[in-house]
C-alpha cells in the first residue's frame, strides 16, 4: 500500500475532525477545521493510504519567519510505519518554502525520541503557562 503526502492538501472536515479525535482521545466534534486552518496556517500536511486520511499535521506560522508544527496524529493502524517521521519532514519541506526560517515543536517526554531522534528536532528551553 502507498501511502501519499499533500502540502496543503484537500480534505473533508468529517475525516480530520475523527482522525484528530481519535488520536487526541475524545469525542469527534464536528470541527470546521477548513474555516481554523485557513485564518491560522501557513499550511498542512494530510498523508493518506488508498484515498483514506491517516495523517496530519499543522503548521501555524507568526506571520514571520517562525513556524510551529501542532495536532500531529497517525491513525493508529498506520502507527510504526513511518508516517509521522514522513509526515513532519513534508511539513519542514513545506514551511521552508512558505519562507519560514524557524520550526517550532512542544511534545510530552514519550514523544522525545520520535520529534528528536527521527525528526531531527532539537531540544531547547521554553516556557508554558497554562491559560
Given at each position: 500500500m502507498t501511502t501519499t503526502y499533500g502540502w496543503r492538501a484537500d480534505f473533508a472536515n468529517a475525516d480530520?475532525?475523527?482522525?484528530?479525535?481519535?488520536?487526541?482521545?475524545?469525542?469527534?466534534?464536528?470541527?470546521?477545521?477548513?474555516?481554523?486552518?485557513?485564518?491560522?496556517?501557513?499550511?498542512?500536511?494530510?498523508?493518506r493510504r488508498e484515498g483514506t486520511l491517516i495523517g496530519f499535521v499543522n503548521v501555524v506560522g507568526d506571520g514571520g519567519v517562525h513556524a510551529f508544527l501542532v495536532d500531529t496524529v497517525v491513525a493508529e493502524q498506520a502507527r510504526g510505519h513511518g508516517v509521522g517521521?514522513?509526515?513532519?519532514a513534508a511539513a519542514v519541506t513545506g514551511a521552508r518554502a512558505a519562507g519560514c526560517q524557524w520550526?517550532?515543536?512542544?511534545?510530552?517526554?514519550?514523544?522525545?525520541?520520535?520529534?528528536?531522534e527521527a525528526c531531527g528536532f532539537r531540544e531547547t528551553t521554553a516556557g508554558l503557562v497554562a491559560l
Open positions: 480530520l475532525d475523527t482522525l484528530h479525535a481519535a488520536g487526541f482521545g475524545y469525542a469527534a466534534q464536528g470541527l470546521d477545521w477548513r474555516s481554523r486552518l485557513d485564518r491560522h496556517s501557513v499550511g498542512w500536511v494530510c498523508a517521521t514522513a509526515l513532519v520550526l517550532h515543536v512542544d511534545y510530552e517526554p514519550h514523544l522525545t525520541a520520535f520529534y528528536q
